[in-house]
């Protein structure tokens, strides 16, 4: 179906082709029409269907349409993290270029004062995280008494971190009777009984099932110890440049070591994880939109809630905890109709046998491959982050990018005991190891990696 065949307004259609958007996704056809006529609705949508730009949409027309002189906070749109708040925002915005109105990101992390400047804006579209939004609502620094559209994004993901309480406290400050638009990629009982406390009688679009789809992503997995995976993955990136490309690990300071690693073998990296500060992740999630040639490091805070199109591989240094997060890490690639392609290592048997597990269950193929683990020389240093640019924890960034391994000798920074991704392995390394000692002087020779040496 043609946008055009909406009957937008002549604003919002100018913000639709300017984005290059012309056929509406499955989820879109059918959400669009049924918000625009005040009627409640359930989305059953996995990430990648275009369901953002369906309530994006569907809000801007609403408020152009029906709204246009109303005042306040008007449209509220609920979601789970605040890299996604700052994703749907600005693709709001970007929608509704040529129109009145703009959405504002309300979410923890930073400082608060910034944020009641914001709201008093007039801005009628407010994106936030729960709990930043009860804040303001404690603080009585935002009201939703004008509230006439809710949108609540990943509901299933926010009954999985614990929020479904505060989304029964901000759905009764607003008034009774107002339009609700729910979307989740799952249908548990929680989100189902929540829908049936708050919402009147509603429409239920189903453009997925339960199981998160994994139709057009080709699934791979590499037996390789874990000594030579670092090695390994550097084979597997190379070949593929220029690409943008995920790679997740298990814990926050394996994935700042292995990005520092990576940069340090000659790839452009960036890491996105807990101990990072708001704006550093910001700064993250920019550049790799930005950028064509980059590989993110990431925990799985990326896994749900980052939406960058044209990710070219996802590769799961570290195995998921379950055949679930599996799904939800690998849809970040062969979004929207694309093709992607997704890696798991396994590090040792239990591990292959997990990934065969996960095949099973989730009823696709995640064939084996083979790869090169050829030593790796490092290439240039790991750049110094600034004093001021520094993240939370004993990482630090700049401008995104992770600091990696120490130039001094003394050992990776930040990291855990073993090697980049892993809780296992010599602390520090070894003592002669060039680039892994606890002190003395740096190695005159490039640090090589060495299959010999457990680097996890």
Same mark, same amino acid.
Not at 119 to 147: A, F, K, N, Y
């Given at each position: 179906?043609?946008?055009?065949?909406?009957?937008?307004?002549?604003?919002?259609?100018?913000?639709?082709?300017?984005?290059?958007?012309?056929?509406?996704?499955?989820?879109?056809?059918?959400?669009?029409?049924?918000?625009?006529?005040?009627?409640?609705?359930?989305?059953?949508?996995?990430?990648?269907?275009?369901?953002?730009?369906?309530?994006?949409?569907?809000?801007?027309?609403?408020?152009?349409?029906?709204?246009?002189?109303?005042?306040?906070?008007?449209?509220?749109?609920?979601?789970?993290?605040?890299?996604?708040?700052?994703?749907?925002?600005?693709?709001?915005?970007?929608?509704?270029?040529?129109?009145?109105?703009?959405?504002?990101?309300?979410?923890?992390?930073?400082?608060?004062?910034?944020?009641?400047?914001?709201?008093?804006?007039?801005?009628?579209?407010?994106?936030?995280?729960?709990?930043?939004?009860?804040?303001?609502?404690?603080?009585?620094?935002?009201?939703?008494?004008?509230?006439?559209?809710?949108?609540?994004?990943?509901?299933?993901?926010?009954?999985?971190?614990?929020?479904?309480?505060?989304?029964?406290?901000?759905?009764?400050?607003?008034?009774?009777?107002?339009?609700?638009?729910?979307?989740?990629?799952?249908?548990?009982?929680?989100?189902?009984?929540?829908?049936?406390?708050?919402?009147?009688?509603?429409?239920?679009?189903?453009?997925?099932?339960?199981?998160?789809?994994?139709?057009?992503?080709?699934?791979?997995?590499?037996?390789?110890?874990?000594?030579?995976?670092?090695?390994?993955?550097?084979?597997?990136?190379?070949?593929?440049?220029?690409?943008?490309?995920?790679?997740?690990?298990?814990?926050?300071?394996?994935?700042?070591?292995?990005?520092?690693?990576?940069?340090?073998?000659?790839?452009?990296?960036?890491?996105?994880?807990?101990?990072?500060?708001?704006?550093?992740?910001?700064?993250?999630?920019?550049?790799?939109?930005?950028?064509?040639?980059?590989?993110?490091?990431?925990?799985?805070?990326?896994?749900?809630?980052?939406?960058?199109?044209?990710?070219?591989?996802?590769?799961?240094?570290?195995?998921?905890?379950?055949?679930?997060?599996?799904?939800?890490?690998?849809?970040?690639?062969?979004?929207?109709?694309?093709?992607?392609?997704?890696?798991?290592?396994?590090?040792?048997?239990?591990?292959?046998?997990?990934?065969?597990?996960?095949?099973?269950?989730?009823?696709?193929?995640?064939?084996?491959?083979?790869?090169?683990?050829?030593?790796?020389?490092?290439?240039?240093?790991?750049?110094?982050?600034?004093?001021?640019?520094?993240? !939370?924890? /004993?990482? *630090?960034? =700049?401008? %995104?990018?992770?600091? #990696? &391994?120490?130039?001094?000798?003394? @050992?990776? $920074?930040?990291?855990?005991?073993?090697?980049? !991704?892993? /809780?296992? *392995?010599? =602390?520090? %390394?070894?003592?002669? #190891? &060039?680039?892994?000692?606890?002190? @003395?002087? $740096?190695?005159?020779?490039?640090?090589?990696?060495?299959? /010999?040496?457990?680097?996890?």
């Amino acid at each position: 179906m043609d946008f055009t065949e909406f009957s937008l307004s002549p604003a919002i259609m100018r913000g639709i082709t300017k984005l290059g958007f012309t056929e509406a996704t499955p989820i879109q056809e059918r959400v669009i029409p049924i918000v625009l006529q005040g009627v409640d609705v359930i989305g059953q949508a996995k990430t990648g269907t275009g369901k953002t730009a369906a309530f994006g949409i569907s809000t801007l027309e609403l408020l152009e349409k029906f709204f246009p002189q109303k005042k306040g906070i008007v449209a509220l749109v609920l979601v789970p993290t605040r890299e996604l708040a700052v994703q749907v925002t600005n693709e709001i915005n970007a929608l509704g270029e040529f129109t009145n109105d703009r959405a504002t990101a309300v979410y923890g992390g930073v400082d608060i004062a910034r944020q009641f400047s914001a709201l008093r804006s007039g801005h009628r579209i407010v994106v936030g995280t729960p709990g930043r939004i009860i804040d303001h609502l404690q603080r009585r620094t935002m009201s939703l008494s004008d509230i006439e559209l809710v949108v609540i994004d990943e509901a299933d993901r926010m009954l999985d971190m614990g929020f479904i309480d505060d989304m029964k406290l901000i759905l009764s400050h607003v008034p009774k009777g107002k339009q609700i638009a729910l979307f989740s990629a799952t249908m548990p009982q929680e989100v189902v009984d929540l829908a049936k406390r708050f919402m009147g009688a509603f429409e239920f679009v189903k453009a997925s099932g339960d199981e998160l789809s994994v139709e057009g992503i080709t699934q791979k997995f590499v037996t390789v110890e874990g000594r030579s995976k670092l090695n390994a993955l550097y084979h597997l990136l190379s070949p593929r440049r220029p690409c943008r490309a995920i790679v997740f690990c298990r814990t926050k300071h394996g994935a700042q070591r292995l990005s520092g690693f990576l940069y340090q073998l000659g790839l452009e990296t960036l890491s996105l994880h807990g101990n990072l500060t708001q704006n550093a992740r910001d700064k993250a999630v920019t550049a790799f939109k930005a950028s064509k040639d980059v590989v993110l490091v990431a925990t799985d805070l990326a896994a749900r809630g980052i939406h960058v199109d044209d990710v070219n591989v996802v590769i799961n240094y570290d195995l998921p905890e379950d055949e679930k997060m599996y799904l939800h890490r690998i849809g970040r690639t062969g979004r929207i109709g694309t093709k992607g392609e997704a890696i798991t290592f396994a590090s040792n048997l239990e591990e292959a046998k997990a990934i065969k597990g996960f095949s099973h269950r989730i009823g696709s193929q995640i064939l084996p491959i083979e790869v090169s683990i050829e030593k790796v020389p490092f290439v240039r240093d790991a750049p110094a982050a600034p004093r001021e640019n520094r993240g !939370g924890g /004993r990482g *630090g960034e =700049r401008r %995104g990018f992770t600091r #990696g &391994p120490r130039s001094d000798g003394r @050992g990776p $920074r930040g990291g855990s005991r073993g090697g980049p !991704g892993s /809780r296992d *392995g010599p =602390r520090g %390394g070894s003592r002669n #190891g &060039p680039g892994f000692s606890r002190g @003395g002087r $740096r190695p005159s020779r490039p640090a090589v990696y060495s299959e /010999r040496r457990s680097f996890g």
